[in-house]
């Protein structure tokens, strides 16, 4: 048994873990003498994989091929999704009832009081009744018959292996997996890419800082975005009828000036509580498509490699599944059944984040036990829950809601969130029918059923068809006591905290824990979307120009540097008039030009050069240097120090005084891309600022004892679940930064978390960032990191590999 003092060591990284990746708090001191397993909970490290399975549900075979990727052949679906379900059991057990432990608000259960806060939060936030409206909404749709085979799947996976390292470090064992915890992995998944507490930190930055000095550091748009639609497919006929224009002619512009914004007020303390519990906001992707003329083949090549966090294990697990009528192979997220980004033998897909804005904030006048809606007094919805607490008294909590959704309630003020996870939604189905599509049309009828999250869809097929689209819900915000149309100039914009008790913001045809109307979103064929492009590049960046939008979007895009590297080197392969292969297309994928640094660094070098000798050395370093953040040079090592620095120097004392920690500061684009002038830089002007962030950035490299920028970025940051040092990964020097196409951001980590490129009459070449498998023992458990941190990729096969080792016979169907 581990000794209680490493037990609790371990619930650090636990109550801190982020589902997309890696702990979002340090758990301290870890025992320096506890060394790697062994013996006695071999294993709890290694998979121990049955050969062979009673099914309820029939025959099936799993071949696991030489990285650990079960094939999965079965002539029933549900004797397929079982197998799913028991395997992923076996090797993604720990990490599947960590994410559901920890959504549900149950972790205190088995770690103890350190995680009675974060239970608290999670149950108010009302997760579980999210998932399980949606699970009982399924019931009798086509994807209940796999959701239960899958569930029984994972449930008998847990008692036909033994437990892996997790459940034996915390001394439990995992309850029986339902539908509704598949449910939950999707709310999570939701979450973690939508559920931005953005809104209520802008609204409080109004309050501590000039208006004018907000805009200017948190601007919205840059200018030089590159839309993913570009202009040429916003002026052509592109609807997917092609008899229309994108938007219908009674549509006029809505001008950002004319734009209505939210009148609601919050408290710091809510805030700066919120904040320890928020998604990461550096995670993004890349995505792009060309079709087969400028691929020079006879069917198109799409890419994906979404930029989520970054851990141990990784967050997707592979599968390849041929079940009675359909193959599909890529990754799931552990706990859901279905493959989320890959190609069928029909077509390739991939998502990246929209940043659309799906998620509203409401304060109200309350006394803590109703509040005024309208002309009249309600009472909050209320709910005491028990929390257990192992090895303590348990806790209680209370649950309230209002007519907009969950409350949160913190220092004497509550405030209420409408979130379209918080409804009965269809995802699930929409990726059930995706993976089974055999045309473009079954294509756009599945995707219309994508509810949450919010995302890019990329697509192409081996029709020669290449699609973009802007899926999940989209609401639209309605003015008090008024009804708009979704294309309303009289729309309010969601970038604030709306007033609940006006009510003000409310979204037409949405209920919380129930199957929405829908009405008050803006309608499938209204959403941006390109037919056939040649070719187009997603990088969370703007989708389309805000002026030419009827209706708000979004709140602000991910900072456009991966996205014009990206048009910008397709562009110039497509002028050369050279093909847009596979080949070019990895180098794409590998290119790690930082455009952060192309936009600062004469301004670093005239500022040291006009005044400071001592600095010289690296002035000249930085001079010289291509931008390239190659873990093999020093100047990508001085940039990221001296940026890391630049922000502290700038913004570091005036948010202390504010009260505000780093977790409020912009982006990097913004900050580096701040006009010389700005007041912000006081009285001195910008090159002092320059100067005093740089001599810091040379001292850390010196305490530190670094050379090189694989120093400070390696995959040594990435950590296991529960922040053991030796359930991690080996440091190898990592190139690539959070702002270029080949993504490594050190403070997450985060980057590809899932590097994919399909040429649908050609290769299919796929890479994890560390294994498949979670057992730390395994063989698969980190094989693929040394390839993936040197940027290769491995080639997926498209048939069924492997020696049969799992077979599963019997069963009454």
């Given at each position: 048994?581990?000794?209680?003092?490493?037990?609790?060591?371990?619930?650090g990284?636990?109550?801190?873990?982020?589902v997309?990746?890696?702990a979002?708090?340090?758990?301290g001191d870890?025992?320096e003498?506890?060394?790697?397993?062994?013996?006695?909970?071999w294993?709890?490290?290694?998979?121990?994989?049955?050969?062979t399975?009673?099914?309820?549900y029939?025959?099936?075979?799993?071949?696991y091929?030489?990285?650990?990727v079960p094939?999965?052949?079965?002539?029933?679906?549900?004797?397929l999704?079982?197998?799913?379900?028991?395997?992923?059991?076996?090797?993604?057990?720990?990490?599947?009832?960590?994410q559901?432990r920890?959504?549900?608000?149950?972790?205190?259960?088995?770690?103890?009081?350190?995680?009675?806060?974060?239970?608290?939060?999670?149950?108010?936030?009302?997760?579980?009744?999210?998932?399980e409206?949606t699970?009982?909404h399924l019931e009798?749709?086509?994807v209940?018959?796999?959701?239960?085979?899958?569930?029984?799947?994972?449930?008998?996976?847990?008692?036909?292996?033994?437990?892996?390292?997790?459940?034996?470090?915390?001394?439990y064992?995992?309850?029986?997996?339902?539908?509704?915890?598949?449910?939950l992995?999707?709310?999570?998944?939701a979450?973690?890419?939508?559920?931005?507490?953005?809104?209520?930190?802008?609204a409080?930055l109004?309050?501590e800082?000039?208006?004018?000095l907000?805009?200017?550091?948190y601007?919205?748009?840059?200018?030089?975005?590159?839309?993913?639609?570009r202009?040429?497919?916003?002026?052509?006929?592109?609807?997917i009828?092609?008899?229309?224009q994108?938007?219908s002619?009674?549509?006029?512009?809505?001008?950002i000036?004319?734009r209505?914004r939210?009148?609601?007020?919050?408290?710091?303390?809510?805030?700066?509580?919120?904040?320890?519990?928020?998604?990461?906001?550096?995670?993004?992707?890349?995505?792009?498509?060309?079709?087969?003329d400028?691929?020079?083949?006879?069917?198109?090549?799409?890419?994906?490699?979404?930029?989520?966090g970054?851990q141990?294990?990784?967050?997707?697990?592979?599968?390849?599944?041929?079940?009675?009528?359909?193959?599909?192979?890529?990754?799931?997220?552990?706990?859901?059944p279905?493959?989320?980004?890959?190609?069928?033998?029909?077509a390739?897909?991939?998502?990246?984040n929209?940043?659309?804005?799906?998620i509203?904030?409401y304060?109200?006048?309350?006394?803590?036990d109703?509040?005024?809606?309208?002309?009249?007094?309600r009472?909050?919805?209320?709910?005491?829950?028990?929390?257990?607490?192992?090895?303590?008294?348990?806790e209680?909590?209370?649950?309230?809601?209002?007519?907009?959704?969950?409350?949160?309630?913190?220092?004497e003020?509550?405030?209420?969130v409408?979130?379209?996870?918080h409804?009965?939604?269809?995802t699930?189905i929409?990726?059930?029918?995706?993976?089974?599509?055999?045309s473009?049309?079954?294509?756009?009828d599945?995707?219309q059923?994508?509810?949450?999250?919010?995302?890019n869809?990329?697509?192409a097929?081996?029709?020669?068809?290449t699609?973009?689209?802007?899926?999940?819900?989209?609401?639209?915000?309605?003015p008090?006591g008024?009804?708009v149309?979704?294309?309303?100039?009289e729309?309010?914009?969601?970038?604030?905290?709306?007033?609940?008790?006006?009510?003000?913001?409310?979204?037409?045809g949405?209920?919380?824990?129930?199957?929405?109307?829908?009405?008050?979103?803006?309608?499938?064929?209204?959403?941006?979307?390109?037919?056939?492009?040649?070719?187009?590049?997603?990088?969370?960046?703007?989708?389309?120009?805000?002026?030419?939008l009827?209706?708000?979007?979004?709140?602000?895009?991910?900072?456009?540097?991966?996205?014009?590297?990206?048009?910008?080197?397709?562009?110039?392969?497509v002028?050369?008039?050279?093909a847009?292969?596979?080949?070019?297309?990895?180098?794409?994928g590998?290119?790690?030009?930082?455009?952060?640094?192309?936009?600062?660094?004469?301004?670093?070098?005239?500022?040291?050069?006009?005044?400071?000798?001592?600095?010289?050395?690296a002035?000249?370093?930085?001079?010289?240097w291509?931008?390239?953040?190659d873990?093999?040079?020093?100047?990508?090592?001085?940039?990221?120090?001296?940026?890391?620095?630049?922000?502290?120097?700038?913004?570091?004392?005036?948010?202390?005084?504010?009260?505000?920690?780093?977790?409020?500061?912009?982006?990097d684009?913004?900050?580096?891309?701040?006009?010389?002038?700005s007041?912000?830089?006081?009285?001195?002007?910008?090159?002092?600022?320059?100067?005093?962030?740089?001599?810091t950035?040379?001292d850390?490299?010196?305490?530190?004892?670094?050379?090189t920028?694989?120093?400070?970025?390696h995959?040594g940051?990435?950590?296991?679940?529960t922040?053991?040092d030796?359930?991690?990964?080996?440091?190898?020097?990592?190139?690539?930064?959070?702002?270029?196409v080949?993504?490594?951001?050190?403070?997450?980590p985060w980057?590809?978390?899932?590097?994919?490129?399909?040429?649908?009459?050609?290769?299919?070449?796929?890479?994890?960032?560390?294994g498949?498998?979670?057992?730390y023992?395994?063989?698969?458990?980190?094989?693929?990191?040394?390839?993936?941190?040197?940027?290769e990729?491995?080639?997926?096969?498209?048939?069924?590999?492997?020696?049969?080792?799992?077979?599963?016979?019997?069963?009454?169907?």
């Amino acid at each position: 048994m581990v000794e209680e003092r490493t037990r609790r060591a371990v619930l650090g990284g636990i109550v801190g873990a982020s589902v997309l990746g890696g702990a979002l708090s340090p758990v301290g001191d870890i025992l320096e003498q506890f060394a790697p397993l062994s013996g006695g909970v071999w294993g709890a490290a290694t998979p121990d994989r049955p050969s062979t399975v009673d099914s309820p549900y029939g025959e099936a075979t799993v071949r696991y091929d030489e990285e650990g990727v079960p094939n999965i052949e079965a002539d029933d679906e549900q004797a397929l999704y079982y197998a799913a379900g028991h395997v992923q059991a076996i090797d993604r057990g720990f990490q599947m009832d960590l994410q559901r432990r920890l959504f549900r608000g149950e972790v205190a259960e088995v770690v103890g009081e350190a995680a009675v806060e974060t239970d608290r939060f999670h149950r108010q936030l009302q997760f579980k009744e999210a998932a399980e409206a949606t699970a009982t909404h399924l019931e009798g749709t086509v994807v209940e018959p796999i959701l239960d085979a899958f569930a029984e799947g994972v449930t008998d996976g847990f008692e036909d292996a033994e437990l892996s390292i997790g459940f034996q470090l915390l001394d439990y064992e995992p309850e029986p997996w339902t539908p509704a915890d598949s449910m939950l992995i999707e709310k999570i998944i939701a979450w973690q890419l939508t559920g931005s507490f953005w809104s209520l930190r802008r609204a409080l930055l109004e309050e501590e800082f000039d208006a004018e000095l907000v805009d200017e550091l948190y601007q919205a748009r840059m200018d030089h975005d590159v839309p993913i639609i570009r202009e040429q497919y916003r002026t052509e006929q592109y609807r997917i009828d092609e008899a229309e224009q994108l938007y219908s002619d009674s549509t006029g512009e809505r001008p950002i000036e004319s734009r209505q914004r939210p009148s609601g007020t919050v408290d710091k303390e809510l805030v700066e509580y919120l904040s320890a519990y928020e998604p990461q906001e550096n995670l993004g992707s890349n995505s792009w498509v060309v079709n087969s003329d400028l691929a020079d083949g006879d069917a198109p090549i799409l890419c994906n490699d979404p930029h989520l966090g970054l851990q141990a294990p990784p967050v997707w697990y592979e599968m390849h599944l041929d079940g009675p009528d359909h193959r599909v192979r890529g990754v799931a997220f552990p706990g859901v059944p279905e493959v989320v980004i890959g190609e069928t033998d029909f077509a390739a897909w991939g998502f990246t984040n929209a940043n659309n804005d799906v998620i509203d904030f409401y304060s109200y006048d309350s006394d803590g036990d109703s509040y005024q809606y309208g002309d009249e007094r309600r009472e909050f919805e209320t709910r005491e829950e028990v929390i257990e607490v192992d090895g303590a008294e348990n806790e209680t909590v209370t649950v309230r809601s209002t007519v907009h959704g969950p409350v949160i309630e913190e220092a004497e003020q509550e405030v209420g969130v409408a979130w379209t996870g918080h409804a009965a939604t269809e995802t699930t189905i929409a990726l059930y029918e995706l993976t089974r599509s055999k045309s473009l049309d079954e294509t756009l009828d599945a995707i219309q059923k994508f509810d949450i999250p919010s995302q890019n869809f990329l697509y192409a097929d081996q029709d020669d068809n290449t699609l973009y689209y802007t899926v999940g819900k989209h609401p639209i915000r309605q003015p008090p006591g008024e009804t708009v149309s979704w294309d309303s100039p009289e729309a309010l914009d969601g970038d604030g905290v709306f007033d609940g008790s006006r009510p003000e913001g409310e979204w037409a045809g949405f209920e919380p824990f129930e199957r929405p109307s829908w009405d008050g979103f803006v309608p499938f064929a209204e959403k941006p979307h390109a037919l056939n492009p040649e070719y187009l590049a997603t990088a969370n960046q703007q989708i389309i120009p805000d002026d030419e939008l009827p209706y708000y979007f979004a709140e602000s895009y991910s900072d456009p540097y991966r996205a014009e590297r990206i048009y910008d080197l397709l562009d110039e392969r497509v002028e050369s008039g050279a093909a847009v292969d596979r080949s070019y297309l990895g180098t794409v994928g590998r290119d790690v030009r930082d455009g952060r640094a192309a936009t600062i660094v004469d301004a670093i070098v005239d500022a040291v050069r006009a005044e400071d000798d001592e600095l010289q050395d690296a002035a000249a370093t930085l001079d010289e240097w291509d931008y390239r953040m190659d873990h093999e040079t020093e100047a990508a090592l001085i940039f990221q120090r001296w940026t890391n620095a630049y922000r502290d120097e700038l913004l570091g004392e005036d948010f202390e005084e504010a009260g505000l920690d780093e977790e409020f500061y912009p982006s990097d684009g913004r900050v580096l891309e701040l006009p010389a002038d700005s007041d912000w830089f006081g009285p001195g002007g910008r090159a002092p600022v320059i100067r005093r962030a740089l001599r810091t950035a040379l001292d850390t490299i010196e305490d530190n004892g670094e050379e090189t920028y694989g120093d400070m970025s390696h995959t040594g940051l990435i950590e296991h679940l529960t922040q053991l040092d030796f359930l991690g990964y080996e440091s190898i020097p990592r190139s690539g930064s959070g702002w270029t196409v080949r993504n490594f951001g050190t403070r997450g980590p985060w980057g590809g978390s899932w590097e994919m490129q399909v040429d649908l009459d050609g290769e299919y070449r796929a890479i994890l960032p560390g294994g498949n498998s979670g057992r730390y023992y395994s063989e698969n458990y980190s094989s693929q990191l040394r390839r993936w941190a040197n940027g290769e990729y491995r080639q997926l096969s498209r048939e069924i590999d492997g020696d049969v080792e799992t077979e599963y016979v019997g069963g009454d169907q």
